[in-house]
């Protein structure tokens, strides 16, 4: 979202309702259309999580909070177009409704950081699961949560306490007190990010290309995390147009582009959270749609297969899809040899822990 430097300009009597009309109506149906996929594939995951993997983490609490964060920043700006002025010329808004429109604008910039910032935890954590037995790695996703937390946190602060008194940020009518440029923080807000989208996309690279696994299955690994790829380009898109609104003088009017790649972005969030487990929740329900034809021998294969396999194989670790799980597997080969390291025996994944720890 974007901030507005509001003026006390208007035209009571000026037919505002004309301006934008096929932005506008192609905002309420993205936002429509986004809302009920983006909720529907959550309840998938969801129940993909509780039902069929018997494994609901805090990653899924972190995506909940984001899908609520962001169909309420869609609402804030549904109803901005509906009653405060989004997409029409500044200099025919009545004051009233220019205080509107920096209410909303306010308050949807500050429930959009929480939204950006608990879906990317979300990640993390998947991050934290598979890879938390690699000492470097755990400490790396530490320090990228602080800082996502730390920054979200400090551009939140900063919008709300920007003017003193705090009402000026939306009272026309207030001539004391003073404010800071806002401008910088809402730039702040695309760049931080789409800089943190690019790093959490990078993670999870070096540990996947180093696995001994075939190279199709690195590619599905890769693509799986990949995915949040879409957010990348969108938070990019953001960035453009936000760039030359935030000094423009007509800022009511123009934002009705920027708001478009707000709404894609807010609803690609949680898709992207979302789609990693619709293959399992499709291997349960329809694994012929998937040509997996092992889904119902599956119980059947596990039994004799256990009986013979190390502590740290036995089974399916409970929470995972069959990519990640394939990742879980991988990297629990370090520490086997370890085990057997210490213990004065040799283990064939050996190889793996030179490779994994190499350089």
Not at 82 to 110: C, R, S
Not at 295 to 311: C, F, G, K, N, Y
Not at 318 to 336: K, N, T, Y
Request: hydrophobic letters at 50%.
């Amino acid at each position: 979202m974007e901030g507005a430097r509001v003026v006390p300009v208007g035209n009571a009597a000026a037919e505002y309702d004309l301006a934008h009309p096929w932005l506008r109506s192609t905002n309420q149906v993205l936002a429509a259309v986004g809302m009920a996929v983006c909720t529907g594939l959550l309840i998938m995951r969801i129940y993909t999580k509780i039902h069929i993997m018997r494994k609901f983490w805090w990653d899924d609490v972190c995506l909940i909070l984001a899908w609520a964060f962001s169909v309420g920043t869609q609402a804030i700006i549904l109803y901005g177009y509906n009653y405060a002025g989004y997409g029409v010329h500044m200099w025919n808004l009545t004051v009233p409704v220019l205080e509107l429109y920096a209410k909303t604008i306010l308050a949807g910039t500050i429930i959009y950081l929480p939204a950006l910032a608990t879906a990317k935890f979300a990640l993390l954590m998947l991050y934290y699961r598979l890879m938390s037995m690699l000492r470097v790695w755990r400490r790396i996703i530490y320090v990228v949560a602080f800082i996502i937390a730390g920054y979200s946190l400090a551009i939140t602060l900063s919008l709300i306490f920007a003017c003193n008194p705090i009402a000026k940020n939306w009272d026309v009518t207030i001539t004391h007190g003073h404010c800071i440029d806002r401008t910088g923080f809402y730039l702040a807000t695309a760049i931080t990010n789409t800089v943190s989208d690019i790093i959490l996309v990078l993670i999870p690279i070096p540990v996947v290309f180093r696995l001994r696994l075939p190279l199709v299955q690195k590619l599905g690994i890769s693509c799986m995390f990949g995915i949040g790829c879409l957010t990348i380009i969108t938070s990019i898109l953001r960035l453009v147009t936000l760039m030359p609104l935030v000094t423009s003088k007509d800022q009511s009017y123009k934002i009705a582009v920027a708001i478009i790649f707000v709404i894609v972005e807010a609803n690609f969030i949680i898709i992207c959270g979302c789609l990693p487990y619709f293959k399992q929740f499709l291997r349960f329900h329809a694994p012929r749609w998937i040509g997996d034809s092992r889904a119902s021998a599956s119980s059947q294969t596990r039994q004799p297969e256990s009986l013979h396999s190390t502590p740290s194989s036995k089974r399916r670790k409970p929470g995972l899809s069959v990519l990640q799980d394939d990742i879980e597997r991988a990297l629990s080969q370090p520490e086997e040899a370890h085990c057997a390291c210490v213990l004065g025996g040799r283990h064939a994944s050996g190889d793996a822990l030179h490779e994994l720890i190499r350089g």
